[in-house]
Each structure stands twice: as structure tokens, then as C-alpha cells.
């Protein structure tokens, strides 16, 4: 177990036969809500995507980063958070401040999660609809279809944290047995018993025993989460290699500079005319694909 505040925390169900992750991020969220002024329920969305990004990375092994995207037509448009295998989570929202609708994506939104290796050039993406439901219930509607894997998933913002928990069936080739018959549906039942403020205040070793201590429960080396930003001057370089050099002429304003500013992080970038023409010169290396920053 661990003292930390920012952790992810991966544990076994052994009587039961279930997997499950655990992530808290208490300075890390404050990291991040600071750098944004978030109404509480786009910062509700933000936090509890912030946490499933993060539960998500905890049962598979990749060398990269796994995204959340919720693009929606409604009042809560965009929705973008991210966690690296290094464990290093960041994210951003956007919604419609100008309507009185609540603050939710449409029933059409979509729901995306990308993964994407850094010794590889493709990316792993699987897409399903929001529905009407939660966020939980859109990631275990997209494990679903998408994996044909059962799951169960509580989400939580409150009180300056955010957190989830996530319990997922062990495959029967997966050296663990699969628990006794009845083991999928009574770990369900004792999740539900779970609260939100036990959820983002309970010490990790007191709330596991709480819920599951009837199922022998069998804990891992946890792993710390931290908030940090990809950005890169590099990276802008790259991104305006790519939007072309007319266009990068054409945002120079009138001190005779282009300025970016990462949504993520609000590192500042400043280039000159000269720095602009250099990314263009004979000389400079070829762009790769557009990447966000």
C-alpha cells in the first residue's frame, strides 16, 4: 500500500476471482484545477475522466499514453485528459458558458479512448456513444462492446479529489482461477455499498478491506501519479511545420511574433519571424503528423 495521495493502486479479488484498480490524485487534481476557472460540473467531468484515464493504464502494459475525448454538441463540448505510463495525468474541458441547459454532453456525444505507443507509429482507438448515462456507465458500456469485457466502475470528484475504482472479471487463462461461481456478481453488490467520500478519503489499505475483506484481497506495488505536461517547444515546432508556412506567416501579429500558450499546462511559447522562416528552410527536418501538444 501507500501513504501517498496520488497513487494507482492495482489488486486482486482471489476468492472472487476479479481484478481491480484503485486511483486517487489528490495535489495532482489541485495541480490541474489550478490552472483553470472550472464551474463545478464541467470540473466534475474533468476529474472523474482524470481518474478513469488513469484506472485505465492500470491493467494493461504500454509504453506511451492513454487518452479520454468526450466531443459532444452540448453544453459540455469538449472533454480531454490523459495519463502516461510513467503515470503522469493531465486533462482540459471546454463547455458552453452561455446556455442554461445542464452542463453535460449530449446523448450523441462521443466517447474515445486512444492509445498510443511511443515505439509505434499507429494508435489503438476505440469509439462508443455517451448515451444517457454517466461517465462509469459510458466506460462500461465502451469495455462492453469494445473488449467484450464486464465491468464495473465508480467515478468520484468531491471534496478537492478525485478518484475511481474499477473491478473487471480475471480471465480463466489468466493464473489466477476464476473464483468461486458467484464471485463477478457479489463483488458488484459490494462496490454499490461504496460511497463518494470513502471513495476520496479512505486510506487505500482501510477502504479495500471495507469492501472486499471477505475475498482475500492480494495487493500490488502501487504506483504514484503526478501531474506533468507533454508540451514542448519541440512539439510546437512541429505542429507549426505541419499547419504549413503561409499559415504561420499569416499569425504573425503585428510586434512581429507568434504566441502559443498550451491549454494543458499555460507554458508560453514565443517565435519570431525568424524562428518561423528557419522551421522552413531547406535545411529543417520534415514534419511529422500534426501532434497535440
Known amino acids: 500500500m501507500t501513504s501517498s495521495n496520488d497513487f494507482l493502486q492495482r489488486f486482486l479479488l482471489e476468492r472472487a476471482g476479479v481484478r481491480g484498480v484503485l486511483v486517487r490524485l489528490d495535489h495532482a487534481w489541485q495541480d490541474i484545477r489550478a490552472r483553470g476557472d472550472y464551474p463545478p460540473a464541467p470540473a466534475r467531468f474533468l476529474g472523474e475522466a482524470l481518474a478513469a484515464s488513469a484506472l485505465l493504464t492500470g491493467n494493461i502494459k504500454f509504453t506511451g499514453r492513454l487518452s479520454v475525448q468526450v466531443r459532444s454538441k452540448g453544453p459540455l463540448r469538449l472533454l480531454f485528459t490523459e495519463c502516461t505510463d510513467q503515470g503522469h495525468v493531465r ?14 454532453p449530449g446523448e450523441d456525444a462521443l466517447l474515445a479512448i486512444t492509445i498510443e505507443q511511443d515505439d509505434r507509429d499507429e494508435r489503438q482507438q476505440g469509439l462508443v456513444t ?3 448515462g454517466d ?3 459510458a466506460f462500461e458500456r465502451y469495455f462492453e462492446q469494445s473488449e467484450q469485457l464486464a465491468s464495473r466502475i465508480m467515478l468520484a470528484e468531491h471534496a478537492g479529489r478525485c ?3 474499477m473491478l473487471q472479471p480475471v480471465a480463466s487463462g489468466g493464473g489466477f482461477g476464476v473464483g468461486d461461481a458467484d464471485g463477478w456478481n457479489r463483488s458488484g453488490h459490494l462496490l454499490a455499498t461504496l460511497t463518494t467520500p470513502e471513495l476520496t478519503t479512505l486510506p487505500p489499505e482501510q477502504l479495500l478491506t471495507r469492501l472486499f475483506h471477505e475475498e482475500g484481497v492480494r495487493v500490488f506495488d502501487p504506483r504514484p501519479l503526478a501531474f506533468a505536461c507533454t508540451c514542448s517547444r519541440q512539439r510546437v515546432e512541429t505542429t ?3 499547419l504549413g508556412e503561409s499559415e504561420c506567416m499569416e499569425a504573425i501579429d503585428a510586434d512581429g511574433y507568434v504566441d502559443i500558450t498550451c491549454e494543458f499546462c499555460n507554458q508560453h511559447y514565443r517565435l519570431d519571424r525568424v524562428d518561423i522562416a528557419g522551421l522552413f528552410a531547406p535545411s529543417a527536418p520534415i514534419a511529422g503528423p500534426p501532434t497535440a501538444q
Open 240 to 242: 507549426l511545420q505541419a
Open 163 to 165: 478518484a475511481g475504482l
Open 91 to 104: 486533462g482540459i474541458v471546454r463547455w458552453n458558458s452561455e446556455t442554461d441547459a445542464p452542463m453535460t
Open 135 to 137: 461517465l462509469a456507465t
Open 130 to 132: 455517451f448515451g444517457s
